[in-house]
Antibody
Framework: EVQLLESGGGFVQPGGSLRLSCAASGFTFSNYAMTWVRQAPGKGLEWVSAISESGGRTFYADSVRGRFTISRDISKSTLFLQMNSLRAEDTAVYYC???????????WGQGTLVTVSS | DIVMTQSPLSLPVTLGQPASISCRSSQSLVHSDGNTYLHWFQQRPGQSPRRLIYKVSNRDSGVPDRFSGSGSGTDFTLKISRVEAEDVGVYYCMQGTHGWTFGQGTKVEIK
């Protein structure tokens, strides 16, 4: 059974940093691109970032480019999202999902809440 | 950038009746490899999203056959043949042909 377990969310002040993790199991992690999607309170889904199977290619939404960094540790089957210079508008539940754009989204994590506020 | 436009944004339905959600893209979603990477997701209240349909019309494992997807090019539709109470939630289309873009979401509720 595929499982994706996010962690690392919390409360942070504007300008602060957080690192999200997504522990994957139940599939061969190195065979799949991985994606982060977020959902602000009461709002729709917003694609944030994605990473290729090997980690050699990364992709970012304009709203986070230059502030967020996606990475993966294949040996630990874990996906990461380093978030710097956080803003109030980054407040959201962050989901990791299996797949890139072509095969996106057959499995999602339960999400982790990030709150940016002073 | 691709813009995905769903309609309606709110859809009150009667149990047992059909429902239909439209999704239009600002440009063709046909990839150079011949595939069309248009997917549909369901998000029930308080839950993570769940994929229902991939590449326009392919149902994911475990998805009831009352859900169907159709369309081509820039116009796509998700249909529920007979709405059940468990279908309440928000439905999103998403294109994966040119990066990633979600539609705004359509809230399905029971009348």
């Amino acid at each position: 059974e595929v499982q994706l377990l996010e962690s690392g969310g919390g409360f942070v002040q504007p300008g602060g940093s957080l690192r999200l993790s997504c522990a994957a199991s139940g599939f061969t992690f190195s065979n799949y691109a991985m994606t982060w999607v977020r959902q602000a309170p009461g709002k729709g889904l917003e694609w944030v970032s994605a990473i290729s199977e090997s980690g050699g290619r990364t992709f970012y939404a304009d709203s986070v480019r230059g502030r967020f960094t996606i990475s993966r540790d294949i040996s630990k089957s874990t996906l990461f999202l380093q978030m710097n210079s956080l803003r109030a508008e980054d407040t959201a539940v962050y989901y990791c999902a299996k797949g890139g754009s072509y095969d996106f989204g057959d499995n999602w994590g339960q999400g982790t809440l990030v709150t940016v506020s002073s | 950038d691709i813009v995905m436009t769903q309609s309606p944004l709110s859809l009150p339905v009667t149990l047992g009746q059909p429902a239909s959600i439209s999704c239009r893209s600002s440009q063709s979603l046909v990839h150079s490899d011949g595939n069309t990477y248009l997917h549909w997701f369901q998000q029930r209240p308080g839950q993570s999203p769940r994929r229902l349909i991939y590449k326009v019309s392919n149902r994911d494992s475990g998805v009831p056959d009352r859900f169907s997807g159709s369309g081509s090019g820039t116009d796509f539709t998700l249909k529920i043949s007979r709405v059940e109470a468990e279908d309440v939630g928000v439905y999103y289309c998403m294109q994966g042909t040119h990066g990633w873009t979600f539609g705004q979401g359509t809230k399905v509720e029971i009348k």
